[in-house]
Nanobody
Framework: VQLQASGGGLVQAGGSLRLSCAAS????????VGWFRQVPGKEREFVSG?????YYADSVKGRFTISRDNAKNTVYLQMNNLKPEDTAKYYC????????????????WGQGTQVTVSS
């Protein structure tokens, strides 16, 4: 599976962005798919994931919404009310085990897309 992340950019605080994670090579059906983020010098952290259920980090609950379009083999992350602390490189990941995925041990990773939120 190849994962292509897109949709990052520069936005002011309070603004919105939508990230996309498009997969090729095989279907994402049956995988837990979602996003992690990392700031230089810090550990990568879980943001959100979707299997049959949705999962969110506490820091993004109520602001971010994850969804998947199986027909397009794509997962989306709608990010609203962005804050400067959301600034990071966002990585798409997919895992056959939800438990391992949530621990950052997904089977597949995309190249990342930069999100920068200015104050």
């Amino acid at each position: 599976v190849q994962l292509q992340a897109s949709g990052g950019g520069l936005v002011q605080a309070g603004g919105s962005l939508r990230l996309s994670c498009a997969a090729s090579g095989r279907t994402l059906v049956g995988y837990t798919v979602g996003w992690f983020r990392q700031v230089p010098g810090k550990e990568r952290e879980f943001v959100s994931g979707v299997s049959g259920s949705t999962y969110y980090a506490d820091s993004v609950k109520g602001r971010f919404t994850i969804s998947r379009d199986n027909a397009k083999n794509t997962v989306y992350l709608q990010m609203n009310n962005l804050k400067p602390e959301d600034t990071a490189k966002y990585y798409c990941s997919a895992g056959s085990s939800t438990t391992l995925f949530l621990r950052g041990l997904g089977d597949y990773w995309g190249q990342g897309t930069q999100v920068t939120v200015s104050s």
